[in-house]
């Protein structure tokens, strides 16, 4: 992966321990759940990172995550996973890459609970507190009694 060559092509710097991740892992599924986005890799079928930048939400979705961040204007959005529940996790383009937190989408929540839910910490440590069972922040908890499994595109 040319890292140089993706920022400079789409302005877009990436957070290290992202990067570190693609680099030995590449895109792929956490326990058929968690799936992680990557930018265009000849044939994975994750490779579609650079291709939902900047989503649309929807006002009231918009509004939500606004109220949540005490804030007026939201930073750039970018989903880089995504769960078999249609959950996203984003990050909040704020600031320099490494300082991105992650704001999670969830498609179902209970009556009257926010459908967003803020993480303060980067894609490693938000993979690792979902999985760990530290943070509950999709529509469905993971498995926390056993262990994980990663597949790869690259395995497939």
């Known amino acids: 992966m040319d890292w140089k060559d993706i920022e400079r092509t789409t ?10 991740f693609v680099v030995s892992y590449g ?3 956490f326990d058929e759940y968690l799936s992680v986005s990557t930018p265009p890799v000849p044939g994975s079928p994750y490779g579609d990172l650079l291709d939902r930048v900047n989503p649309t939400l929807s006002d ?16 750039p959005l970018l989903p880089f996973a995504d ?16 300082s991105w937190r992650v704001a999670v ?9 926010s459908r967003w ?9 938000f993979c690792l507190a979902a999985l760990s069972g530290e943070a ?21």
Do not use: C, K, N
Not at 11 to 20: H, I, S
Not at 136 to 156: C, I, K, N, P
């Open 11 to 20: 302005g877009l710097a990436f957070p290290v321990d992202y990067r570190e």
């Open 27 to 29: 895109g792929g599924e």
């Open 60 to 75: 009231r979705d918009r509004e939500d995550l606004s109220a949540l961040l005490a804030s007026d204007a939201l930073p």
């Open 83 to 98: 769960t078999a529940s249609s959950d996203v996790a984003f990050w909040l383009r704020l600031g320099a890459p490494d």
């Open 105 to 113: 989408f969830r498609r179902q929540t209970p009556h009257g609970l």
């Open 117 to 125: 839910t803020i993480f303060d910490g980067g894609m490693a440590s």
């Open 136 to 156: 509950d922040v999709f529509s469905e908890r993971l498995s926390t009694g056993e262990a994980h499994e990663f597949v790869s595109w690259r395995g497939a």
